[in-house]
């Protein structure tokens, strides 16, 4: 059983049933193969909204935190080991590298705090005087006049209680970076007149923008700030194939990008992989044998590049664009710089036809590789491009 928190209602009968849920809604979706950039949707609208009208008035222990993450985490690698590709990248733009994949901790800190800033400032009622009053607590505590203003150290921020909600979203308002002082007396237009508007006098200082104060602070800018603290990925470059990709992902059809995702990321399921986590029935660990050429392990390099099958299909490939020699390393994986736009998408799909046909291979629904039906295919997908353009 979880801690028991308030009124007799413990963590465990709170969130445990939502978290179950959220485990069975991404459980459903990933039955209908929707790609990387699908799943990420899916984690931000569907599975986040399941938690986020409970995690706003209640508070979410480091356990039930753990536990969110570890359920969207096992979403987008549909429980298949462990995530092969760092949080924090999957958090990025997809222009960046990333999926756009949101992290539901921050984002429920980000919703929280928003909350909890509309109490303070909208209309103030007089039932909302218990945040001041637990704020004045606070700053009691710290020797200041007021806690939002104070400039609180270490060991008094941690010492902020977990379970209680003022306390631990002021927590987060200085995570983010939140200053006391500031303006406190703003111009503001109103039915084309200028009025002076009271503000609370919190502000944030964003980098670009200057001074902002609370109540203007939109839960996205909460957001991304919580995730420039909390995230460290420093110096991140997306490889240069994700770029190149990039440029070309209006002519892809989604499983397209998708496979091209998990290629310059380095997600594959390669034999050589597989054989670390799958076993049989009997416990026997899954082959290590390439299901093209029966011959070699599949190792990453293997798979990319130096298969006998993957060289017959360049070689083809190659041909067809008019070319005498196969494709280079860098050029079959889209790595070159300066490549042209339709040799990039060529190769983009014939890669991926190659794949499908050896994932049937390594199923077993085909024993040979016949490149001549595979040719036939990308004949047909370069088809509906040209005549999308
Ligand atoms: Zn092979």
């Known amino acids: 059983m979880g801690d028991v928190i308030g009124h007799g209602v413990t963590e465990e009968e709170r969130y445990g049933k939502i978290l179950e ?32 009208h409970r995690a706003q008035v209640n508070t979410l222990s480091t356990q ?29 733009g997809e222009e960046e590298g990333g999926v756009g ?46 806690a939002m203003a104070a400039k609180p150290n270490r060991k008094q921020i941690e010492e902020l209680k977990e ?52 109540e203007r602070l939109k839960t996205r800018q909460i957001y991304d700030r919580l995730i420039k603290k909390r995230m460290k990925l420093k110096n991140y470059e997306p490889k240069k194939a994700h770029k190149a990709v990039h440029t070309i992902q209006k002519q892809l059809t989604a499983n397209e990008r998708d496979y091209w995702w998990r290629l310059t990321h380095r997600v594959i399921q390669t034999k050589t992989r597989e054989s670390h ?22 190792g990453w390099d293997h798979y990319d590049y130096e298969c006998i099958g993957v060289r017959e299909m360049n070689k083809r490939v190659a041909e067809r664009v008019g070319r005498v020699d196969m494709f280079s390393r860098s050029e079959w994986s889209l790595e070159e710089e ?16 190659y794949h499908c046909q050896r994932v049937k291979m390594d199923m077993g629904q085909n024993r040979r590789l016949n490149t001549e039906i595979l040719m036939n295919r990308l004949d047909r997908r370069m088809t509906i491009v040209a005549e999308m353009i």
């Not at 069975?24 to 938690?51: D, F, H, M, P």
């Not at 300066?338 to 036809?353: C, F, N, P, S, V």
């Open 21 to 52: 849920d959220i485990e069975e809604t991404g459980q459903k979706w990933n039955r209908e193969r929707i790609g990387i950039y699908g799943q990420a949707i899916v984690a931000n609208t569907l599975l986040l909204s399941k938690i986020s």
């Open 64 to 92: 039930v935190r753990k536990k969110l993450k570890e359920k969207v985490r096992a979403f987008i690698w549909k429980g298949a080991g462990r995530g092969m590709v760092r949080w924090e990248i999957l958090m990025m």
């Open 101 to 146: 994949l949101r992290d539901p901790v921050c984002a429920l800190d980000a919703a929280k705090i928003r909350m909890l800033v509309s109490l303070m400032t909208k209309d103030r009622q007089p039932w909302m005087k218990w945040i001041e009053r637990k704020l004045h607590r606070v700053a009691g505590r710290w020797g200041v006049r007021e």
């Open 163 to 214: 379970d209680c909600i003022v306390e631990s979203t002021l927590k987060i308002w200085f995570e983010i970076g939140g200053k006391g002082g500031g303006k406190k007396k703003e111009e503001k237009k109103e039915k084309g007149e200028m009025r002076e508007m009271e503000l609370s006098g919190m502000g944030v200082e964003e980098e670009k923008e200057g001074w902002t104060p609370i």
């Open 277 to 298: 986590w799958k076993k049989d029935e009997k416990g026997v660990s899954e082959t290590r044998e390439c299901p093209v050429c029966k011959v070699e392990e599949e």
């Open 338 to 353: 300066g490549m042209e736009r339709g040799m990039m998408l060529t190769i983009a799909k014939a890669r991926w036809i």
